[in-house]
């Protein structure tokens, strides 16, 4: 906000800048315990992030301790990620999904003195590691167990809260559960006999309701998006955890599991060093007393551009993940070199449903903020997503590109079941909606039996795929993994403007990025202000600017592997740049194939066009050393569900060996052939019966392939792929 928008100095003093800019419009917005919604203004986000800041120093924050936070996306995290920076300390954001290694690990490398739970159920998970952290002081969770306190525990305008409908507090909400992975599925709407209906949230201005609606077809994006979010739980109860953890109770002595509540608020003297517990019973965190505002104002306007601001571990595809060390003057480089490029101000809403513990999340949380717009939460549960996108009509959505490809997928199958030339109907049309979306682009209008085409398309699909969106959709960011081609003609030719980006950790999570001012589909746009790109002579993608990391958290040797002498970060991403300037990335370095012929291979390509097929949800080259490519395929459930059940078969048997699931993958493998070079092409192709996942070991937080650990696991159904 140096420039009218950009972000002060450090993040520290982010949320007193923004108030005093938009003072009592809404910032963030989020599910009521009754169903509605609830808006908290800017001054009252100030407010609790005061609160919550005074709390941490009486607990005993100093200035540079690193504090954890580990949680699902919802407002508390952002209320605790800013009091955390505004105390003067280092954010450590952790993944809900990780595993008790990798959890031990990043709490234990960075040196977390606090660690700011979820629930008490990751309350418990922390404490039965106590052992493996001795620099752990504090457990505070955000949710009780559904008796103490609210969904919040501060109120929407800023001080503590003591009714059912608090903003910041123990229990944990409507439909959100403690603990479970991300799953089930995204409905468009109620089921609809008719496969694709207008409805309410359509662009005529209604508020709520799906403009999509289905039967037994869903958009899920399960886990093969990096969603964050609990497995749905029935009722519109909010669900009880399990027994409170106290310190007493796990026999750690390092100090009590604390809660954020709603007691009153005493002054204190200054930082105290926390708290004992009183008969082994957590105190409530709104009980503690508070250190004088002034402490905590001085405490932010002491922090500097060169100040560690966050330690955020990577996803460790091949082993323990590595803490990237981020300053504030990391932060504020990427905010200002992106403000201008992503139209937004008041008025604006951004719906979040990506987890905070990923860098994107965190970036788009300051973008929203910084501009005076309204940040919403998605409402926990997953299945929820397209009809809460219907009803909360936002005007900017990031996200993975599974959501986007499955609800291409969820239409297309639509199409096709609507008869013989149904999905030669649905394909003309895509090609007409690119073909008036490239006439506008130059500023043209169609005309004739083109405008008469589009007109006919647009009212019986292209509206009803907007509105699914909320009919406000102006701008849409997919990152994290390449995005289909074929997806992104379909969005275009809907009028859903979808920009792809690209960044990593180490770069402060932005490199390049398409905007409306300059956009090339099929690359990832030009390098943002203050970033240079050069393609190394192997093509290897090296980047420079502010933004990027000044090293990995106490691993010298990683950081000289990552940087060069004179500053260019070693992406590990093959990538060409054009005439104009933008980037297109090719590949992966690390996952490149080399065929016992010596040919060199890109597995995401191949991959990626074989996941178009709406019955695969997974596809794993493998070629390293062997003479030709095959693949390990995985299916989508819930297509796979929908269709047993249309044979009246068992929904609940697997099907990776029925004749029809069979030959439907092998169109989709035909198909990917047909698109690559001869060695590349698949040869051969083995359906698993399961999914991967976190938990298995497959998949990392972020949901990108462990590929050592999937040809390791399934070694036995690859030889067997080369003994046919």
């Known amino acids: 906000m140096r420039d009218g928008r950009h972000v002060p100095g450090t993040l520290a003093e982010f949320v007193e800048e923004a108030a005093r800019r938009y003072g009592d419009r809404p910032a963030l917005r989020f599910r009521s315990p009754g169903g509605g919604w609830t808006e908290v203004g800017y001054d009252g986000l100030r407010e609790t992030v005061r609160s919550v800041g005074r709390g941490l120093i009486a607990l005993g924050v100093r200035p540079d301790d690193r504090v954890a936070i580990l949680a699902e996306t919802r407002p508390e995290w952002t209320y605790a990620h800013f009091a955390v920076l505004a105390a003067g300390a280092v954010v450590v954001p952790v993944y809900p999904t990780a595993g008790e290694d990798e959890l031990a690990w990043v709490l234990g490398d960075s040196a977390a003195t606090v660690v700011i739970c979820e629930d008490t159920t990751q309350a418990a998970r922390i404490e039965a590691l106590r052992a493996k952290l001795p620099g752990l002081r504090h457990v505070v969770r955000i949710a009780g167990d559904g008796g103490e306190g609210t969904v919040g525990g501060w109120a929407p305008g800023g001080g503590l809260a003591s009714g059912p409908a608090a903003g910041l507090a123990a229990g944990t909400g409507p439909g959100r559960a403690s603990g479970a992975e991300s799953g089930s599925a995204f409905e468009f709407g109620p089921g609809a006999e008719s496969g694709l209906a207008s409805g309410a949230g359509s662009e005529s201005g209604a508020q709520s309701g799906p403009a999509l609606v289905s039967g037994p077809a869903s958009v899920s994006v399960s886990e093969s998006a990096p969603v964050s979010g609990p497995a749905p739980v029935s009722g519109p109860a909010p669900v009880s955890g399990p027994a409170p953890v106290s310190g007493s109770e796990s026999g750690a002595q390092a100090g009590p599991a604390l809660v954020f509540g709603s007691a009153p608020v005493p002054e204190a003297d200054g930082g105290g060093g926390g708290v004992r517990p009183r008969g082994g019973i957590p105190p409530l965190l709104g009980a503690l007393p508070r250190a004088p505002l002034a402490e905590l104002l001085a405490r932010s306007a002491q922090r500097t551009g060169d100040d560690l601001c966050a ?69 926990g549960r997953i299945e929820n997503v397209v009809a809460e996108l219907a009803e909360v009509r936002p005007t900017h959505l990031p996200s993975v590109p599974r959501l986007f490809e499955k609800v291409h997928a969820t239409v297309a199958s639509l199409a096709e079941s609507r008869g013989a030339g149904g999905r030669d109907r649905f394909e003309a049309a895509v090609r007409t909606g690119v073909e008036v979306a490239e006439l506008c682009a130059r500023g043209e209008e169609p005309t004739g039996p083109l405008r008469a085409a589009w007109q006919a398309a647009d009212e019986s699909l292209f509206s009803l795929v907007r509105a699914a969106f909320g009919g406000r959709l102006r701008w849409a960011l997919t990152g994290g993994a390449p995005i289909a081609p074929q997806t992104m003609d379909f969005l275009r030719a809907c009028g859903i403007r979808v920009f792809e980006g690209y960044g990593m950790t180490e770069s402060a999570g932005v490199i390049s990025l398409n905007h409306p001012g300059a956009v090339r589909y099929g690359t990832v746009g030009r390098p943002v202000p203050g970033c240079e790109v050069r393609i190394a002579a192997d093509g290897e993608v090296l980047a420079r600017g502010p933004g990027v990391f000044p090293g990995y958290h106490a691993n010298p040797a990683a950081t000289a592997e990552a940087l060069d002498p004179d500053g260019w970060l070693r992406t590990g991403d093959l990538g060409s740049l054009d005439a104009d300037g933008f980037l297109r990335i090719t590949g992966r370095k690390k996952d490149l194939i080399i065929t016992s012929g010596g040919k060199n291979l890109t597995p995401s390509l191949v991959e990626a066009a074989i996941q178009q097929s709406r019955w695969i949800s997974r596809a794993v080259m ?42 439907r993958c092998q169109e989709a493998v035909d198909a990917a052939n047909a698109q690559v070079a001869r060695p590349a092409r698949v040869r051969a192709f083995t359906i698993l019966d399961e999914d991967f996942t976190v938990g298995g070991g497959e998949l990392t937080p972020t949901l990108k392939l462990r590929r050592s650990a999937i040809a390791n696991r399934y070694a036995a159904e690859i030889d067997a792929l080369y003994e046919r």
Do not use: M
């Open 622 to 663: 493998i070629g390293d050393a062997r003479p030709y490519p095959v693949a390990l395929i995985t299916l989508d459930a819930e297509e796979i569900t929908a269709w047993a059940r249309s044979e009246g078969l068992d929904p609940g048997r697997g099907y990776a060996g029925h004749p029809v699931v069979r030959a």
């Open 311 to 379: 330690i955020v571990y990577t996803s460790g595809t091949t082993g323990l993940p590595k803490g990237c060390r981020l300053t504030h003057g990391n932060f504020a480089a990427v905010q200002d070199a992106t403000a201008d490029l992503i139209e937004g101000g008041p008025g604006d809403t951004t719906y979040l449903y990506l987890p905070l513990a990923h860098l994107l999340a965190q970036l788009i949380q300051l973008t929203s903020l910084g501009q005076g717009g309204t940040l919403c939460y998605f409402g």
